[in-house]
């Protein structure tokens, strides 16, 4: 098995998650290292990959998607002229505030945050844990154009992101998405069908259904008065977003005036919202170290992560996720 991991939205929880108190032997914040490390070490227990590959946001706002719909991620964005005087937050130039060339909007990330981003990085790379990366591209399409682009093992995709249930597929290699949105406890594995089950479409319509539902959490206002349950029967219907635009230009299509009047208002807006929300699968990939991510079956470099561990304090879930890498 490969196993995909949504590096981003595994520190980001593991941050609120565990407690600010955690620190390492200088007083640093430690707790999105150790929270994260422990993610790690439960995925990779529970679904005993071969292959692991942390994917990472190399323009977490890409500039292609901003164009098409301006509110994406809007309340996100740290304006850097505020950010001089008022705003709280570190700009240390981590994965997940972009690459020379990419966006150069700014997200909001806790100071504490910032700084130990690095050190997992440092981290898996002492144990050999393969990341990747994309410039231009969000660690969605990452993780999309690898699945798409798998063709020996099946694959687990590990997030928080319910749009990813976008690349969940039945056929050869299959792909499952491992949520963990609603907490480790909680967390399940969603086939395809499974997708199809919960939403009422299957995954490859997911993009088109989010977005008539919209999403408040990427800035996608979908089509007012159009929930879960009307997108999905949309969908059912008309196939995708185009499909129902045609449909609404047709004279008889079964749709009611009012439904009418709302498609057309947002029409615009429908016109590009799925180009956005849709996952990219031929994203220009950057894999360090270059090769298929093989998962060892201990540390490559034990010198660099010994000295890593006594540094900021993490042995513990460093053990645990060296354990859960062994038992593969």
Same mark, same amino acid.
């Given at each position: 098995m490969l196993q995909l991991l949504d590096l981003a939205g595994i520190y980001f929880r593991a941050f609120f998650a565990v407690p600010m108190s955690t620190t390492s032997p200088d007083g640093r914040p430690v707790n999105a290292v150790r929270g994260s490390l422990d993610i790690l070490a439960k995925v990779i227990s529970d679904a005993r990959p071969t292959r692991v590959m942390a994917c990472l946001d190399l323009d977490w706002r890409p500039a292609w998607r901003v164009e098409l719909i301006p509110s994406y991620k809007t309340h996100r964005v740290l304006d850097p002229q505020s950010a001089l005087s008022t705003a709280p937050v570190e700009l240390a130039d981590t994965p997940h505030s972009g690459t020379p060339g990419a966006s150069t909007d700014i997200e909001v990330v806790p100071d504490e945050l910032s700084p130990q981003v690095p050190i997992l990085l440092d981290v898996l790379a002492a144990l050999g844990i393969t990341t990747a990366g994309a410039p231009g591209f969000e660690a969605d399409d990452v993780i999309g154009t690898l699945a798409a682009t798998e063709r020996t093992d099946p694959v687990e995709v590990v997030t928080g992101d319910r749009d990813l249930f976008q690349v969940a597929r039945d056929t050869d290699p299959a792909v499952t998405v491992r949520y963990i949105g609603a907490g480790m406890s909680k967390a399940a594995v969603y086939s395809a069908a499974t997708v199809a089950q919960r939403y009422g479409i299957p995954p490859g319509s997911y993009a088109d259904f989010a977005a008539l539902r919209g999403d408040p959490s990427d800035g996608l206002p979908g089509v007012p008065g159009v929930g879960d349950k009307t997108a999905a029967t949309l969908i059912s219907r008309f196939g995708t977003v185009e499909g129902l635009l045609?449909? %609404?230009?047709? $004279?008889?299509?079964?749709?009611?005036?009012?439904? &009418?009047?709302?498609? /057309?208002?947002? *029409?615009?807006?429908?016109?590009?919202?799925?180009?956005?929300?849709?996952?990219?699968?031929?994203?220009?990939?950057?894999?360090?170290?270059?090769?298929?991510?093989?998962?060892?079956?201990?540390?490559?470099?034990?010198?660099?992560?010994?000295? %890593?561990?006594? $540094?900021?304090?993490?042995?513990?879930?460093?053990? &645990?996720?060296?354990? /859960?890498?062994? *038992?593969?």
């Open positions: 045609q449909a %609404l230009d047709g $004279r008889s299509t079964g749709l009611t005036a009012g439904m &009418r009047a709302k498609l /057309a208002a947002a *029409r615009d807006y429908l016109l590009v919202a799925p180009t956005v929300v849709r996952v990219s699968t031929d994203a220009p990939l950057m894999v360090t170290p270059d090769g298929p991510g093989t998962l060892p079956a201990e540390p490559v470099d034990p010198a660099a992560l010994s000295e %890593l561990v006594r $540094r900021h304090g993490v042995g513990g879930p460093t053990a &645990r996720l060296v354990a /859960a890498m062994g *038992r593969g």
